[in-house]
């Protein structure tokens, strides 16, 4: 079974930093995009960052632009979410998001919607709080 393991939430305060790992489990991350969505109760799944299967490409919902930065290493067959200058609104479980690339169903319009992924993980919560 194809899935993803996210890691590295907690509690942290305000103004501080975290870096969450997505690991997937059964495949390589070779030509998939991956997404980080985050979800508090009681509201949709969020979008919140993007990374191209090259890299080359990423995005960001603009409430996180500056201080959040995704990255992959291929050879560790890791994505990181480096989390800095964290917020009490930030406060959510992350979870991270696949989709092969070949398919051609990410796009400019679509990338922070939940449905065109088809791997998740399990998430991790992230709490913001002093």
């Known amino acids: 079974q194809l899935q ?9 305060q305000p ?12 495949f390589t991350l070779d030509y998939y995009i991956i997404a980080w969505f985050r979800q508090v109760p009681g509201k949709e799944r969020e979008g919140v ?8 490409t990423v995005k960001y919902v603009d409430s996180v632009k500056d201080r959040f930065t995704i990255s992959r290493d ?4 890791t994505v990181y979410l ?3 200058s964290l917020k009490p609104e930030d406060t959510a479980v992350y979870y991270c998001a696949a ?3 070949g398919w051609g169903s990410i796009t400019e319009q679509n ?10 993980g399990q998430g991790t919560q992230v709490t913001v709080s002093s």
């Open 82 to 84: 480096q989390m800095n």
């Open 111 to 120: 990338w922070a919607k939940p449905d065109p992924y088809d791997y998740w």
């Open 4 to 12: 993803l393991v996210e890691s590295g939430g907690g509690l942290v």
């Open 15 to 26: 103004g501080g930093s975290l870096r969450l790992s997505c690991v997937p489990s059964g």
């Open 49 to 56: 960052s993007y990374i191209s299967a090259s890299g080359g």
């Open 99 to 101: 989709e092969f690339s």
């Open 74 to 77: 291929d050879a560790k067959n």
